[in-house]
């Protein structure tokens, strides 16, 4: 779905991985999966904000969409939240969102 919006896409399979592949200056956009081999989503988020003061703006993944989930992965660390299956024009929506607030300094 993102290369089908014009993004450029870099894949880390578990979250120890996600945080190897990091380098500041980038990416713009940072989806993390909660739920992953070796280091989950949360883990791998809070590693990466205790070692990098400028990161891009994370969005949380998960199948789960039970009332509080949003606001409760948000408080762990997430900047955004979004439940699969993910449907591309809420995607959409959210990235313009996300990129919006995070240029001009919101969360």
Do not use: W
């Amino acid at each position: 779905m993102l290369s089908s919006l014009g993004h450029k896409v870099t894949i880390a399979s578990n979250g120890k991985l996600a945080l190897d592949l990091f380098q500041p200056g980038k990416f713009d956009l940072i989806f993390m999966d909660i739920r992953m081999p070796v280091m989950d989503g949360l883990t791998a988020t809070q590693k990466l904000k205790e070692k990098h003061d400028d990161l891009p703006p994370i969005v949380g993944l998960s199948a789960n969409a039970f009332e509080g989930d949003r606001e409760k992965f948000m408080a762990m660390g997430m900047d955004e939240y979004l439940t699969k299956p993910v449907i591309k024009d809420d995607l959409k929506k959210m990235i313009i969102k996300t990129l919006t607030c995070s240029e001009i300094g919101l969360k």
